[in-house]
T-cell receptor, first 117, second 113 residues
């Protein structure tokens, strides 16, 4: 158990719909990263939030957006779903002191399996 | 950008030793991780190297050579439960100064009796 939780566990959506995935960080962790993992691939970095601000983004289009709340929980929103968005979505949290100093270990949640039909 | 290479699949025998290699190219290197991921589960942290040399933790060891952009994960006394994917991940400073972790595609290890 990492102390990071995600909801829902599984989700089925139709192409064109919108989806919101949620992540609760481990206590005391102020930095959360979101990853997309397609079957048989490594996790791909989507974006990262530190103290409610996005401070890093991977090669994902703007229809992937996020939020981090004062309690450091986080949401990933995906608009206009496409079939290729079907994947496991992972969030990971860690503690960062100051903008650039970060603990080395990040803890992953169990993931949300999204299927787009 | 980053380029992380590791073998796609490996097979090893229970009780043996296996070495999984990872090469990377990046700027602003700030550490290399190894994660284990069982099918259908989230990655779990195995090791972290930021300086050259070998880090040992029980049956698992990880080595780093920053000048060569090279790391390996060594698994000793293999057990059937070690069958999983092993992910090499590199942390560096992205644009804007934030720290970003980039994963390789993973090496699927099958341990056979």
């Amino acid at each position: 158990e990492t102390g990071v939780t995600q909801s829902p566990t599984h989700l089925i959506k139709t192409r064109g719909q919108q989806v919101t995935l949620r992540c609760s960080s481990q206590s005391g962790h102020n930095t959360v990263s979101w990853y997309q993992q397609a079957l048989g691939q490594g996790p791909q970095f989507i974006f990262q939030y530190y103290r409610e601000e996005e401070n890093g983004r991977g090669n994902f289009p703007p229809r992937f957006s996020g939020l981090q709340f004062p309690n450091y929980s986080s949401e990933l929103n995906v608009n206009a779903l496409e079939l290729d968005d079907s994947a496991l979505y992972l969030c990971a949290s860690r503690a960062t002191s100051g903008r650039y100093r970060s603990s080395y270990e990040q803890y992953f949640g169990p993931g949300t399996r999204l299927t787009v039909t | 950008g980053q380029n992380i290479d590791q073998p796609t699949e490996m097979t090893a025998t229970e009780g043996a030793i296996v070495q999984i290699n990872c090469t990377y190219q990046t700027s602003g290197f700030n550490g290399l991780f190894w994660y284990q991921q069982h099918a259908g589960e989230a990655p779990t942290f195995l090791s972290y190297n930021v300086l050259d040399g070998l880090e040992e933790k029980g049956r698992f060891s990880s080595f780093l050579s920053r000048s060569k952009g090279y790391s390996y994960l060594l698994l000793k006394e293999l057990q059937m439960k070690d069958s999983a994917s092993y992910l090499c991940a590199v942390r560096d400073l992205g644009s804007g100064g934030y720290q970003k972790v980039t994963f390789g595609t993973g090496t699927k290890l099958q341990v056979i009796p």
